[in-house]
């Protein structure tokens, strides 16, 4: 399949264009030839998640955590020229979406981890550089559920989720009413701010509450697309480096 076909897939759902974003979204390392006939999906562009994308025999990485930001890359060295020579040496194209993956009511990561959690009522919350990328939503009874392979006890009543590092979103949800709030990891003030008033808070993992926004996107393209896609977990890109 065309790179671009693939790329407009993506963009018809995820809406890149419309968030002010750190990240570069889109294709950030282009390749020879434009047609692939697999595309992985990771969390990170890592240089193991480059390689175990080689090693699957992927045209195509699509990642949360890409390698251009801001400016974009200033100098091809260190851990950059590592990943982009990788890349480079296997043919790989790299494309990044960053909020776009967060915020996405269809296969986004707070929306997948509501529908994990069993929230009636979901509704967009908190907001980010001006980009609402949570969710918040009501829980009837308690429910256990399952993050990167351990388990959580949510409460009963309005819960409110964040993915990634966004524990500055504790006392947003405490003034919404949240009884709980669940996010990737916080930062030492972050976590004392919360306790503070009283608000608790689910640190389930960075990476770990990352994974299912990366994993709904493969599932979707392989379903409409009818392309060949394979999630790489971090520990098989570990293993590839």
């Not at 930001?69 to 020579?85: M, P, S, Y």
């Not at 979707?220 to 977990?233: G, H, S």
């Amino acid at each position: 399949m065309k790179i671009d076909a693939i790329l407009g897939a993506i963009a018809a759902v995820l809406h890149p264009g419309e968030f002010d974003d750190v990240s570069n979204n889109g294709l950030q390392i282009a390749r020879a030839g434009d047609d692939v006939g697999k595309v992985a999906f990771a969390v990170d562009a890592s240089l193991g998640s480059v390689r175990a994308a080689a090693a699957a025999g992927a045209g195509m990485l699509v990642v949360h955590h890409g390698i251009s930001w801001g400016g974009g890359i200033k100098r091809l060295t260190g851990g950059e020229f590592a990943v982009v020579k990788a890349a480079m040496d296997a043919n790989l194209a790299l494309a990044a979406y960053h909020l776009p993956l967060d915020a996405n009511e269809q296969v986004g990561n707070n929306w997948e981890l509501a529908r994990l959690a069993g929230l009636d009522k979901i509704s967009p919350a908190f907001s980010y550089h001006g980009n609402v990328i949570g969710v918040m939503g009501k829980l009837k009874e308690p429910k256990e559920i399952a993050i990167g392979g351990k388990s959580w006890l949510l409460p009963a009543g309005k819960i409110g989720i964040c993915s990634g590092g966004a524990g500055e979103f504790a006392t947003a949800a405490h003034f919404l009413g949240c009884v709980l709030f669940l996010t990737g990891e916080a930062n030492w003030g972050e976590i004392i701010a919360a306790e503070n008033i009283g608000m608790p808070m689910i640190c389930a993992g960075h990476y770990e509450t990352e994974t299912f926004g990366v994993r709904a996107l493969a599932d979707f393209l392989r379903r409409t697309l009818a392309l060949d896609t394979v999630f790489l977990p971090r520990a098989h890109a570990e293993a590839a480096r």
